[in-house]
Nanobody, 120 residues
Framework: QVQLVESGGGLVQSGGSLRLSCAAS????????MGWYRQAPGKQRDLVAD???????DYLDSVKGRFTISRDNAKNTVYLQMNSLKPEDTAVYYC??????????????WGQGTQVTVSS
């Protein structure tokens, strides 16, 4: 069984910062991509940022220059440093991990979601 445990969400004023963490545990190995998605009420879930096993990153245009994704492969953990937060960043943020488990690879796993609220 694979578990993703997220932490770091909360309420912050516009211009503030938050750091999200997501640790994968259980029977998962050979993790390839790790990423963060977000979903605001009434909207679709969008990719915010992801990072490959060799450190290549990709970002949603609206967060470029403000958010930084990183990972610690030894700890199977992915981070999202969010600076200069704006009210439009308010959403539930979900961690996503792609890896191998139970004899299958390229399996997607999701965290439970953490609320990020940015007040104006």
């Amino acid at each position: 069984q694979v578990q993703l445990v997220e932490s770091g969400g909360g309420l912050v004023q516009s211009g503030g910062s938050l750091r999200l963490s997501c640790a994968a545990s259980g029977s998962i190995f050979s993790i390839s991509a790790m990423g963060w998605y977000r979903q605001a009420p009434g909207k679709q879930r969008d990719l915010v940022a992801d990072i490959t096993s060799d450190g290549r990153t990709d970002y949603l245009d609206s967060v470029k220059g403000r958010f930084t994704i990183s990972r610690d492969n030894a700890k199977n953990t992915v981070y999202l440093q969010m600076n200069s937060l704006k009210p439009e960043d308010t959403a539930v943020y979900y961690c996503n991990v792609v890896g191998c488990s139970g004899g299958f690879c390229s399996r997607n796993y999701w965290g439970q979601g953490t609320q990020v609220t940015v007040s104006s």
